[in-house]
Antibody, heavy 120, light 108 residues
Framework: EVQLVESGGGLVQPGGSLRLSCAVS????????MSWVRQAPGTGLEWISL??????IYADSVKGRFTISRDNSKNTVYLQMNSLTVEDTALYYC???????????????WGQGTLVTVSS | EIVLTQSPGTLSLSPGERATLSCRAS???????LAWYREKPGQSPRLLIY???RRATGIPDRFSGSGSGTDFSLTISRLEPEDFAVYYC?????????FGQGTKVEIK
């Protein structure tokens, strides 16, 4: 069973930085695709970043400010967040992108989420 | 960017009743790459359906998905107490992957 445990959230001032971690068990991060999805308070879900086959993709809302990476030795995925704004306040989920043949892009499972609050 | 619009915003039903949720895309979803999730209060979303109609592991057969192109639906044949939650559709055919705004299924 794949399990994802996020950490690293907290309160940060506008313009600040934060690094989120996602400890993965049940699968090797070197052999799977991983994403981050966020949910701002009272609103819906937003996919923000993907790491797959050594490549990365970002939503326009975070491009140039956020960086997704992984450490195969620690089986952990990271999200480095720089130049944070109040609009980045959200619950951040680490999610796996499983594959079924040539099909992939859905999210399963989801971590429990880590809350990031950007406020002065 | 593909915008997904879910309807209705809220569905009020009783346990045992049938629920039909709609998800309409602003443009055709490539390869029918569409998924559905259920978010129970205080929990993370859980995958129900992917590729329009494939049930995820462990999902009971009262959940079914259908549709193609721009119009998709999720049907819950008989609502169980744990099904009163918020449901999201998501497309992964075009980047950026996007979600609908959600449909809340509440107890009538």
């Amino acid at each position: 069973e794949v399990q994802l445990v996020e950490s690293g959230g907290g309160l940060v001032q506008p313009g600040g930085s934060l690094r989120l971690s996602c400890a993965v068990s049940g699968v090797s991060v070197s052999r799977t695709y991983m994403s981050w999805v966020r949910q701002a308070p009272g609103t819906g879900l937003e996919w923000i970043s993907l790491f797959y086959s050594g490549s990365t993709i970002y939503a326009d809302s975070v491009k140039g400010r956020f960086t997704i990476s992984r450490d195969n030795s620690k089986n952990t995925v990271y999200l480095q967040m720089n130049s944070l704004t109040v609009e980045d306040t959200a619950l951040y989920y680490c999610v796996r992108n499983p594959r079924d043949g040539d099909s992939w892009g859905w999210f399963d499972p989801w971590g429990q989420g880590t809350l990031v609050t950007v406020s002065s | 960017e593909i915008v997904l619009t879910q309807s209705p915003g809220t569905l009020s039903l009783s346990p045992g009743e049938r629920a039909t949720l709609s998800c309409r895309a602003s443009q055709s979803v490539i390869s029918n790459y569409l998924a559905w999730y259920r978010e129970k209060p205080g929990q993370s979303p859980r995958l129900l359906i992917y590729d329009v109609s494939r049930r995820a592991t462990g999902i009971p057969d009262r959940f079914s998905g259908s549709g193609s192109g721009t119009d998709f639906s999720l049907t819950i044949s008989r609502l169980e107490p744990e099904d009163f939650a918020v449901y999201y559709c998501q497309q992964y055919g075009s980047s950026p992957w996007t979600f609908g705004q959600g449909t809340k299924v509440e107890i009538k």
